[in-house]
């Protein structure tokens, strides 16, 4: 009886009548209710709160121990106005000095130059390959693979633009700005949380789906577009190069840079869809092949042909990919290209630009150090400073420097000025044509001359500040201040632009780069200087930059290549920062700009088939003391 009455006393405090009946019992339990939520609430946004601060300060403690690591080294750091020197810790050098200011303000512009690129392109082309500016728009010229977000993700990481880099890795969502209502645009961004929403119709682009965008659905980390959006399984015929060059090249520098494995899974991901392009009766790779099929070939204007640039310039990035994830294959597959062309290479070290994959012999074509020649030259003298200058690359280094032979038998100089250039090859006459993709050559003549003898040394660094210095007046000698495509030599007239087009090149710069570096002679920074404020005056526009159609009237193209980003801007960066940053004995960098990390070649022998990175060269990594794009028309 007693269990009875205790049963419907509880019923009756449950029973929602009971509280009609008493309204001061009701206020009570509203009350109750109300302070629970709020409490509840509290409680919430404390976490949240507290699960933020633990992420700043996980990174914060992950840069200090990156500063540590780094004066373990050797390394300068930078602290305030003071830089201090791993040799004993102490204050080397005021930061107030005159040069060190004016390199500072030229930095901070270049950096604002790449916040504007980079802005542009999350605005109006986020997840497309390249941008649009003059219509606001985004292409996919390689297939949709966010070629400008992954050729930037290092620039961003070096300038320490550490949000973009992040919204880049793990974005909130994207916005189509163009769906705002009354035309206001808006982005939603890491700093913006939960239902901060101003009051305009936003709509939510994700997994290629518009929806209308709820309070409910403003979470970060929903849409992580390297992480989730990056897909490579797209049935497109992809160029080999500039796949492996742009993506292959970025996701590794990446990795590399920030340690985070998801870019090391991506890059194994797209190199594992190229592997099939080197399965030839030679192991001279085709140029062309389908990222969800296979089926690789060559592109029906070569005759059937391989191009030399883009048959051996993959192998900085793939012998990279085998020492950091431990499987031997991709190594074995470029590195035999060279092995190939070794087999005959010529007396002078000069290879046509026409390979045939079938038999590993050269076809009858053009020799150039410009275009579809040039990279090849420039990975050969790489993969010896990659692998830091040991018996096992040798063979590397002896070829190039076999090439080199062959590049002074192209030097011809101009009259009445005495401008030195690199010809053009056919057969046994010389074409007086230099491109200004060739002005990569100067900077690898200066990086390559600290292996030869005293003597040859200081021949090979004299031409290449030669060289510099016509390219330095491709640009000087148009109205714009800025190169065209290729430039002619007449007796008498020293030079005269070719094709006139300029589409945000890299070449001369990236010489400027190695040439300060490498003698500390100022005079390169300011003709990079006056480079960048060229680009400035002609290319930077509202939304982004673009190539001019023409450096003699400056009439501009609507195109932001992804190189611009990937190369120009950050050689144009590097070229104003201390020699510390990326430094040439630890870093060298790919033909795209990417820097990759010099591990030590021992050759030993590295199990097949591992998907996990390989703990010596891990360990490599992180003791080490120490084509560049084309458009065929």
């Known amino acids: 009886m007693a269990r009875s009455r205790s049963s419907s006393t509880v019923w009756r405090y449950i029973n929602p009548a009971y509280y009609l009946k008493r309204p001061k019992r009701l206020a009570l339990l509203f009350i109750v209710f109300v302070f629970a939520t709020f409490f509840f609430w509290d409680r919430q946004t404390l976490l949240r709160d507290h699960e933020e601060e633990i992420s700043k300060l996980n990174e914060e403690v992950i840069h200090l121990r990156n500063l540590l690591e780094e004066l373990k080294n050797g390394g300068d750091i930078s602290i305030g106005k003071k830089k201090y020197s791993g040799e004993g810790g102490q204050a080397v050098k005021n930061m107030d000095s005159p040069d060190n200011i004016l390199d500072a303000q030229r930095r901070e512009r270049v950096k604002d130059a790449m916040l504007h690129a980079w802005s542009s392109y999350e605005k109006y082309a986020w997840g497309h390959d390249e941008l649009q500016p003059q219509t606001k728009n985004g292409v996919d010229s390689f297939g949709g693979l966010g070629a400008t977000l992954i050729d930037s993700l290092d620039t961003l990481f070096i300038m320490g633009l550490d949000e973009q880099f992040q919204r880049a890795r793990n974005p909130c969502f994207i916005i189509r700005p163009e769906l705002c209502c009354e035309g206001r645009e808006h982005l939603i961004t890491f700093g913006e949380r939960q239902g901060k929403v101003r009051p305009c119709r936003l709509f939510l682009a994700r997994q290629g789906k518009i929806k209308k965008a709820t309070k409910g659905e403003l979470r970060c980390g929903e849409a992580r577009w390297v992480a989730n959006s990056l897909d ?12 492996t060059i742009r993506v292959v090249g970025g996701l590794l520098s990446t990795y590399d840079l920030s340690g985070d494995k998801l870019f090391l899974d991506k890059a194994q991901d797209i190199a594992d869809r190229l592997l099939p392009a080197w399965n030839t009766e030679s192991g ?12 690789p070939h060559n592109p ?14 993959e192998q900085l990035e793939f012998i990279a990919l085998s020492q ?50 040039d990279s090849f030259y420039e990975y050969l003298l790489k993969v010896w400073i990659q692998g830091n200058r040991t018996a096992a690359v040798s063979h590397y280094r002896k070829m190039w420097e076999t090439s080199m032979k062959g590049l002074e038998s192209l030097v011809r100089r101009t009259t009445p000025s005495s401008f030195a250039y690199l010809g053009e090859k056919m057969g046994s006459s010389v074409n007086d044509k230099m491109d200004e993709l060739a002005c990569f050559a100067p900077g690898m003549l200066a990086l390559g001359s600290s292996g030869y003898s ?17 390219c330095y007046n491709f640009y000087q000698s148009t109205p714009t201040k800025l190169a065209g495509e290729n430039y002619f030599f007449n007796d008498g007239q020293d030079m005269s632009v070719g094709t006139s087009w300029n589409i945000l090149r890299p070449e001369t710069v990236e010489s400027l780069f190695y040439l300060w570096r490498l003698t500390g002679n100022k005079t390169y920074q300011e003709w990079g200087w006056n480079i960048f404020q060229a680009f400035e005056k002609n290319s930077r526009v509202e939304s982004g930059y673009v190539g001019l159609k023409d450096v003699n009237t400056g009439v501009k193209d609507n195109m932001m290549q992804s190189f611009f980003l990937a190369e120009t ?14 430094s040439l004995d630890e870093w060298v960098f790919n033909t795209e700009a990417h820097p990759i990390k010099i591990v030590t070649r021992n050759d030993r022998a590295v ?18 003391k120490e084509g560049r794009f084309r458009v065929h028309h």
Request: hydrophobic share 30%.
């Open 232 to 243: 490579f399984n797209k049935n497109y015929d992809a160029s080999v190069f500039e796949t």
């Open 284 to 295: 001279i790779p085709y140029n062309i092949i389908n990222l969800a099929h296979g089926n």
């Open 300 to 313: 029906g204007w070569t005759g059937g042909d391989s191009i030399l640039a883009d048959s051996g310039t």
């Open 324 to 373: 950091r994830t431990g499987d031997r294959k991709y190594q074995q597959k470029v590195e035999n290209v060279i092995l190939e062309l070794n087999r005959t290479f010529p007396d002078d070290g000069l290879l046509p630009i026409y390979i045939n994959p079938h038999k590993g012999t050269a076809s009858y074509s053009t020799i150039t150090f410009g275009a579809m020649g």
């Open 454 to 470: 005293p003597d040859e040394a200081q021949k090979f660094l004299s031409l290449a500040e030669e060289l510099a210095w016509t």
């Open 569 to 582: 801007l950050k050689y144009l960066y590097l070229l104003f920062s201390p020699s510390s940053v990326i």
């Open 607 to 624: 199990s097949s088939g591992r998907s996990g990175g390989s703990e010596e060269s891990d360990r490599q990594l992180r003791t080490r």
